[in-house]
C-alpha cells in the first residue's frame, strides 16, 4: 500500500473501502490542509485582547479555537465576525463557549449561514449583548464542514 501524491492532492485510496454498515465513501482524497492565526472581531468591542485564535482547514472541514479578552462593548448582539472561514447554505455548526467573569454563563454559538459570522446565545437561545460580557475572557472551539 502507498499513498498516491496527485496534482489535485493526496490520493488515500489504498487506505480506504470501510465496510462498516450504513456508510459510504465520496472521496479518498485530501484536497487542501492550512493553519494558521486569524483576527476575529466582536461588533462594537472597543478593548479587545486578542490572546490566541488559530484555525486548522483538512480538507472541507475547518477547526477554529480562540481565547480572547473583551473590554468595553456596545449594546449590540455578540457576533464573532471574521472568521476564516465562510459558512455554506446547507451546513449550521455549534460550539460551546466559556465564558470568564462577566455573563456568568455558558455560551452557545452557532455559524450564520453564508458568511463568516458566529452568533452567540445563552439560555433558550436568547441574544446575549456584548455590555453583558464586558470585562471577561471567552474561550471557545468550533468545528463545521466547509460545503
Not at 486569524?38 to 477554529?64: A, M, T
Request: hydrophobic residues 35%; negative net charge.
Amino acid at each position: 500500500m502507498a499513498l498516491h501524491l496527485k496534482a489535485t492532492g493526496i490520493d488515500f485510496a489504498d487506505f480506504g473501502n470501510t465496510t462498516a454498515t450504513g456508510t459510504s465513501v465520496t472521496s479518498e482524497l485530501l484536497s487542501d490542509y492550512e493553519f494558521g492565526t486569524f483576527e476575529p472581531s466582536y461588533g462594537g468591542n472597543s478593548g479587545l485582547n486578542r490572546v490566541f485564535n488559530k484555525f486548522v482547514k483538512i480538507g472541507n472541514w475547518g477547526f477554529l479555537q480562540s481565547y480572547v479578552g473583551i473590554g468595553n462593548g456596545g449594546n449590540e448582539n455578540l457576533l464573532c465576525q471574521l472568521l476564516p472561514f465562510t459558512c455554506p447554505n446547507n451546513g449550521y455548526a455549534t460550539g460551546m463557549m466559556n465564558n470568564q467573569g462577566g455573563y456568568g454563563e455558558h455560551i452557545l454559538m452557532r455559524t450564520v449561514v453564508n458568511n463568516s459570522t458566529l452568533s452567540c446565545y445563552g439560555p433558550n437561545q436568547a441574544s446575549i449583548n456584548i455590555n453583558q460580557v464586558d470585562g471577561s475572557h471567552l474561550i471557545w472551539s468550533l468545528h463545521y464542514c466547509l460545503v
